[in-house]
């Protein structure tokens, strides 16, 4: 009964912080600006299918990929054990679901299979971030608390997984013994393994270690819980979402900003009245572009939280890869910091914004970077989950310019001569066609 | 275009030049290479001339949004203006930017890259290759642009034409979907770049190297440049040449039956 309460507490704690932490991400990206993503409803469920679901663009590297996919597996998977786990923890039975039979020994094998290759997964994954050291998983966008975050994540996976063969192990021990409580149920491939090491305990020893590793494994998965929602881990969820939302258009449409069309079109309009005051009713006139994180839209704040720090993007990247300083990767990081700060400063200033004289653009994204982008799409499409770091960019541009008019001076000049010449180029708009009298 | 609606004709299709295809030497040649195509194919077809002007692209991706819908209403009046149904370009930036962001402001037409163009032109038997192909088994490799490749998902066109040339093609290692770029999209062809340890353009050009090709095919008049560069820096400008497909294909292509221009 003690321990129904003590489980109970437990899960209502954890269920409590997730769903307050939910709550909170929520909040920030929904500061963002409106962006519409109620139209093509089949294109978008079958593009989470495909990316999502299907993982379909995660084998583009195929180590990786595999790896990959033998976790996302082993999670949807085991954790249909966790059903039992909650209900086995919350009406203090044991082993519940063993009524139904052989279908629960296949369940249970297969539980243990997708477990040793977590274990296996996780343990590449950690030599080719520590061992290997690949480049993309050891570069300076990572350095402190995304590095360290990456690793709990691996090691408290490995945890999780050996803990739950252990349990596994010893209760097929217990059941040999014919222990009290512990029903002939399930079959054990894999804990097998694992019976040689305990073998040797006492009847009370092997209850005592399939009840702690029971709890172990529940507890971890609960603090688990808790914690991928302030972790880059957080993909396991936004990922689903983050795809249903996906961009449907071709990756080199940018959209028309409907600010400027007003504008420009009053300018062209030959029976407008420059004079004319500004309608009453009209909002206050938004910033052209994206100085901070709320200027993003909802979806790209999304984004942001929905990334994962794989950094495939920044390794396809032209200017990274030929040692410029931008790292799409360390744009999404620092838009993800730079919204959860606001957050946390409208929390503590009760729900009210008040500047804390910083910007995304400037203090987070420097301008270096921002023109170091070529535009060319690769982060996009190397990103698994369609993420797009250059839109973020080019907004950032705009802001940069229709805000602060700040531009390299070779920029200006040819802004200039798009102007008065119709062309980047200093040539006489005039002399257009002359190409054609040429031989 | 002004000259043939006065006469009161209307061309199968625009070509637009694009400003790098009117004004930059080496891309007129593409651009001379385009019309010698269309001449040969007799299509009928006109030029805005001095009516064209900047679509806007390079203003737009370095952040001067109303810069760049100036230049799109203009041109959108003009094209408008004259009925112009379909139009091909000679350069993917263009290209990308008449199709995917004129429709909304009131610009809707059929546009093309001129490696569609020349596709069709073959396929429909208008164009002819000569019997002595002058890039018989050569080594080509095809550098494909971003805004035709990734941004438009156009991959088949140019290696489609290309195979008309009856010449050998070898896929750089980053292609298709994979290609890197050249480094001059995103307004990058009018800046000096960020400071780095390589130019993307040089970085690009050894890939491309590394299929020990005699000829670069491009299908853009900026990577033309940067590849054309690349080349040099490499010191292989004697062995290996940087061409656009347009030329590749007035160069194979059957022009003498057809009227001279």
Redesign the interface.
């Known amino acids: 009964m003690i321990g129904q309460i003590i489980f109970f507490v437990l899960l209502g704690t954890a269920s409590f912080l997730f769903a307050r932490r939910i709550g909170v991400i929520r909040r920030n990206i929904l500061s963002g600006q409106p962006w519409d993503g109620t139209t093509r409803k089949s294109e978008r469920w079958s593009t989470m299918a495909r990316v999502a679901l299907g993982q379909g663009k995660m084998t583009k590297r195929p180590v990786a990929g595999v790896m990959h996919l033998l976790i996302y597996a082993g999670f949807i998977i085991i954790n249909i054990e966790i059903l039992e786990i909650l209900f086995d923890g919350l009406f203090g039975t044991h082993r519940a679901f063993a009524g139904i039979g052989i279908v629960y020994d296949v369940l249970i094998g297969a539980f243990e299979w997708l477990a040793l290759g977590v274990i296996v997964a996780c343990v590449v994954f950690f030599i080719r971030r520590n061992g290997l050291a690949l480049a993309r998983l050891v570069s300076k966008d990572l350095k402190g608390w995304p590095s360290l975050d990456a690793n709990i994540i691996l090691v408290v996976e490995i945890l999780l997984m050996f803990a739950f063969l252990s349990m596994n192990a010893a209760d097929s021990i217990a059941q040999q013994r014919a222990l009290d409580h512990y029903v002939d149920a399930g079959s054990f491939p894999i804990s097998s393994w694992l019976v040689p090491l305990y073998a040797g305990l006492s009847d009370g020893g092997i209850i005592l270690l399939e009840r702690s590793m029971w709890w172990f494994h529940i507890i971890g998965v609960l603090a688990f819980l808790v914690y991928v929602t302030y972790s880059k881990h957080f993909h396991i969820i936004l990922a689903f979402p983050n795809t249903y939302y996906s961009n449907l258009?071709?990756?080199?449409?940018?959209d028309?900003?409907a600010s400027?069309?007003k504008?420009?079109d009053l300018?062209?309009d030959p029976s407008a009245d420059p004079y004319a005051a500004a309608p009453e009713t009209e909002a206050p006139p938004a910033r052209?572009?994206v100085k901070d994180a709320t200027d993003l839209t909802w979806k790209q704040l999304l984004e942001s939280y929905t990334c994962t720090e794989c950094g495939r993007c920044t390794s396809?990247c032209?200017?990274n890869?030929?040692?410029?300083?931008?790292s799409p990767r360390k744009i999404m990081m620092s838009t993800r910091d730079r919204i959860e700060e606001i957050g946390k400063q409208r929390e503590a200033n009760k729900g009210q914004w008040e500047s804390d004289g910083k910007f995304l653009l400037g203090d987070y994204i420097s301008e270096?970077e921002l023109?170091?982008?070529?535009?060319?799409?690769?982060c996009?499409?190397a990103c698994p989950i369609n993420i797009s770091p250059m839109g973020i960019i080019?907004d950032?541009?705009?802001?940069?310019?229709?805000e602060d008019s700040k531009?390299?001076e070779?920029?200006t000049?040819?802004?200039n001569n798009?102007?008065n010449n119709?062309?980047?180029?200093a040539?006489p708009?005039?002399?257009?066609?002359?190409?054609?009298n040429?031989s | 275009m002004a000259e043939m609606t006065a006469a009161g004709q209307t061309p199968e299709v625009l070509f637009w030049v694009g400003c790098a295809g009117s004004f930059d030497d080496r891309a007129k040649r593409i651009t001379k290479a385009i019309a010698k195509i269309l001449h040969a194919s007799n299509t009928s077809f006109a030029v805005l001339g001095q009516e064209e002007s900047c679509t806007g692209d390079p203003a737009k991706r370095a952040g001067n949004e109303f810069l760049y819908q100036m230049q799109a209403a203009q041109n959108i009046a003009t094209l408008n203006g004259y009925g112009i149904q379909r139009i091909i370009t000679g350069c993917p930036h263009c290209f990308n930017i008449l199709k995917n962001e004129y429709p909304e402001l009131g610009g809707q037409y059929e546009v093309l890259h001129h490696t569609q163009f020349i596709r069709e032109l073959i396929e429909t038997g208008k164009l002819k290759m000569k019997s002595d192909a002058p890039f018989k088994g050569k080594r080509i490799t095809f550098h494909d642009p971003c805004y035709l490749g990734r941004a438009n998902g156009e991959y088949l066109a140019p290696r489609e034409v290309i195979a008309k040339l009856d010449a050998e093609l070898f896929e750089m290692r980053r292609c298709k979907q994979n290609a890197m770029c050249c480094g001059a999209g995103g307004a990058q062809m009018f800046k000096e770049a960020e400071p780095g340890n390589k130019e993307v353009n040089h970085s690009r050009t050894d890939e491309a190297l590394e299929n020990n090709p005699e000829v670069i095919a491009t299908g853009c008049p900026f990577c033309n440049t940067m590849m054309t560069d690349g080349v040099k820096n490499a010191n292989q400008e004697s062995d290996v040449v940087v061409r656009d497909i347009a030329e590749l294909i007035a160069e194979s292509a059957d022009l003498l039956e057809s009227p001279t221009s």
């Open positions: 258009n071709p990756l080199g449409q940018m028309n900003m400027v069309k504008e420009v300018m062209m052209f572009g396809e032209p200017a890869l030929t040692g410029k300083l931008l270096e023109w170091a982008c070529t535009s060319c799409q690769a996009i499409e080019l950032m541009r705009r802001s940069l310019i229709m531009s390299p070779s920029i000049t040819m802004f798009i102007e119709g062309a980047p180029w040539f708009a005039g002399t257009r066609g002359d190409w054609t040429e």
